[in-house]
């Protein structure tokens, strides 16, 4: 069966370490991957894509990792804030249409 | 920044009752969504639309659901006759183009219907 894991425990790190997600998943081939931020009782909020010929993709003090060997991708907050702090998501998107596949989330708890 | 609007935010209605989710799309985007999260689950599709047609829509999405976008700037989820098992935060998207061609997917805050 297709499935969508994500670190199975809520992560918590020190301020100013660096935060490392991990989605795993079987039964898929995605030529997307997409990770959200969402914090309780909000939607979604869109922070990276990347594609299945991509590696890797920076935006500020985000990277993204995707191995299709492994079928895994890594999240990695540097230098975190206690603002980081919230449930992240990965969700994966096929070749085609638009429907995308969310994993169960990962609740992340940066302390001051 | 321009964002999707979600109304209401919270429903409580009986079981048996219709129900109708609305939501107001970022103006210019031409693809909208549904999606749902029973509280503590993970955030699941229901349904695409586009060109003023459903173009995917899940499993979940069976004969009790539709929806429509009755004017040029609302789009509405309708659940015709609630079960218990409905409870759930409802979010509305919209993305401009296809996710595959790397348009972005704006989520609302979600309406939070709970039904008894």
């Known amino acids: 069966s297709q499935k969508i894991e994500q670190n199975s425990e809520a992560l918590n790190i020190q301020e100013g370490k660096t935060a490392t997600l991990t989605c795993n998943y079987t039964?898929?081939?995605?030529?997307?991957l997409q990770w959200y931020r969402q914090d309780p009782g909000r939607g979604p909020v869109f922070l990276l894509l990347?594609?299945?010929?991509?590696k890797e993709k920076r935006k500020e003090r985000l990277k993204v990792t995707f191995d299709t060997t492994l079928k895994q991708s890594l999240f990695h907050i540097t230098a975190s804030q206690p603002a980081d702090s919230a449930t992240y998501l990965c969700?994966?998107?096929?070749?085609?249409?638009?429907?995308?596949?969310f994993g169960t989330g990962t609740s992340l708890t940066v302390i001051p | 920044e321009p964002e999707v609007t979600q109304t209401p935010s919270h429903q409580v209605t009986q079981m048996g009752q219709e129900v109708i989710l609305r939501c107001v799309p970022i103006?210019?985007?031409?693809?909208f969504y549904w999606y749902r999260q029973i509280l503590g689950q993970k955030v699941e599709f229901l349904v695409s639309?586009?060109?003023?047609?459903?173009?995917?829509k899940s499993e979940i999405f069976d004969d009790q659901f539709s929806v429509e976008r009755p004017d040029g700037s609302n789009f509405t989820l309708k659940i015709r006759s609630t079960k218990l098992e409905d409870s759930a935060m409802y979010f509305c998207?919209?993305?401009?183009?296809?996710?595959?061609?790397?348009?972005?997917?704006?989520f609302g805050e979600g309406s939070w219907l709970t039904v008894v």
């Open positions: 998207a919209s993305s401009l183009g296809q996710l595959v061609s790397g348009n972005t997917i704006y």
């Open positions: 039964n898929y081939s995605p030529a997307y």
């Open positions: 990347i594609r299945e010929n991509e």
């Open positions: 969700a994966l998107g096929e070749n085609t249409g638009n429907q995308f596949y």
């Open positions: 103006s210019n985007h031409l693809y």
């Open positions: 639309f586009y060109n003023n047609e459903i173009s995917e």
